[in-house]
């Protein structure tokens, strides 16, 4: 197999980890391939950098090839999810002030419990949310939008949602200039050992199978290099299922730990990985199962119904037609460039590549190419589902 050097950039961040132990555990080199792992500092320059072929694909937000394909975002060439990278992973978080009102009011930061959740943090705000993500077009921004307005606080205009690059949420919630943040790991911890905020809530309570980040690729690469996408789609896989083994946990916070990477203290990242999370700056901890998922559940399968969820939300945010938004993200998440690159990988792939999200209590048998294959919770919060065949936009 003739080698091939990969330019790819990240975001230091935990769901990072298939990339990095893709290069570093050799499944890359497996598949002919070096991975360049280019690190950038927010993700605005990380989707500029992918726009203008600086880097061949992309850890990215889920959201953001969606948002391209809209017209969204000024990115200025439309992008391709060619994978899922990870499921879930973020923690919602508020700063001290917040805290402090929330448990006068008797809330006992169960760190489980949207709606529970949800109310307090609306009955202890004073005014509009501030209210820190990473990126406008992000799962983090999603979620917040999704969850709040379905506990009556109009979103967007009842929130001020500000963008604060991942690494600077916790100076962000220590300057004042945000109240609270929905950030990936190890962020939100950090914020809590610099005793700038309390986490509030993991993401999974609200959507309990978001797709977080994916491996993003520019269209005409994708269609350019077919070979390559399937070399780099399979080593992924297998840094993926890797990943899931828990045995694989303490190396995996080593090498995330590293300068290059993230820089970070192991026992940090490690939090994310295990679940057991220190929640305030007091010490109190909470344990949350399946915080990131990097494989199990078909997790790196690019569902179309997943693009189609977000493009109806940006769609119902922003203004643009709900019908045509869900028509153009039909084509986003590339689930036939995933099939064919594992095909007689042994992967157990789903037999459909569109699902009713929401609907799934809990771990559920479906139709696959062996046969296998049970399919994660992935219910919201509120109960709802999004079918996108029988989504019908208002007039």
């Given at each position: 197999?003739?080698?091939?050097?990969?330019?790819?950039?990240?975001?230091?961040?935990?769901?990072?980890?298939?990339?990095?132990?893709?290069?570093?555990?050799?499944?890359?080199?497996?598949?002919?391939?070096?991975?360049?792992?280019?690190?950038?500092?927010?993700?605005?320059?990380?989707?500029?950098?992918?726009v203008f072929g600086q880097v061949d694909a992309a850890h990215m937000l889920s959201p953001v090839p969606v948002a391209s394909a809209l017209g969204l975002g000024g990115a200025g060439t439309t992008l391709s999810a060619i994978s899922v990278l990870s499921v879930n992973g973020t923690a919602i978080g508020v700063n001290a002030a917040l805290a402090e009102r929330m448990h006068a009011a008797g809330h006992g930061f169960g760190f489980d419990d949207a709606r529970v959740a949800g109310n307090a943090?609306?009955?202890?705000?004073?005014?509009?949310?501030?209210?820190?993500?990473?990126?406008?077009?992000?799962?983090?921004?999603?979620?917040?939008?999704?969850?709040?307005?379905?506990?009556?606080?109009?979103?967007?205009?009842?929130?001020?949602?500000?963008?604060?690059?991942?690494?600077?949420?916790?100076?962000?919630?220590?300057?004042?200039?945000?109240?609270?943040?929905?950030?990936?790991?190890?962020?939100?911890?950090?914020?809590?050992?610099?005793?700038a905020g309390t986490l509030l809530l993991p993401g999974k309570a609200i959507w309990a199978f978001a797709p977080e980040k994916v491996l993003a690729v520019r269209d005409q690469w994708a269609e350019a290099e077919p070979e390559l996408s399937a070399r780099l789609i399979r080593a992924l896989w297998q840094a993926g299922r890797w990943l899931a083994d828990p045995a694989s946990r303490v190396l995996t916070a080593e090498l995330l730990a590293r300068p290059e990477y993230l820089d970070l203290a192991p026992e940090i990242i490690d939090r994310s990985l295990s679940g057991a999370f220190t929640i305030s700056p007091l010490g109190v901890q909470r344990r949350v199962d399946g915080f990131v998922n990097f494989h199990d559940g078909a997790a790196n399968f690019p569902w179309r119904s997943q693009a189609q969820w977000i493009a109806w939300q940006l769609a119902a945010r922003t203004g643009l037609d709900r019908a045509e938004a869900l028509a153009k993200a039909a084509h986003v998440y590339r689930a036939d460039i995933y099939r064919a690159a594992m095909a007689d990988q042994g992967a157990d792939l789903p037999g459909a590549s569109s699902k009713i999200e929401g609907s799934i209590e809990s771990n559920t048998p479906v139709a696959s190419d062996l046969g296998r294959l049970f399919l994660d919770r992935d219910v919201f919060f509120d109960r709802r589902i999004f079918d996108p065949d029988a989504a019908i936009p208002e007039n």
């Open positions: 197999m003739k080698g091939a050097v990969l330019s790819i950039g990240f975001i230091p961040l935990v769901d990072a980890a298939p990339l990095i132990v893709a290069q570093e555990m050799g499944f890359a080199a497996q598949e002919g391939l070096a991975l360049n792992l280019v690190r950038a500092p927010s993700w605005s320059r990380l989707r500029d950098m992918l943090l609306i009955a202890a705000a004073r005014g509009p949310l501030r209210i820190g993500v990473p990126f406008p077009f992000s799962m983090h921004a999603e979620l917040l939008y999704y969850w709040l307005s379905a506990l009556g606080l109009p979103a967007p205009q009842g929130i001020d949602i500000r963008t604060v690059p991942p690494p600077l949420m916790a100076e962000a919630l220590k300057a004042g200039d945000i109240d609270a943040f929905c950030v990936g790991e190890p962020w939100g911890s950090i914020a809590v050992e610099q005793g």
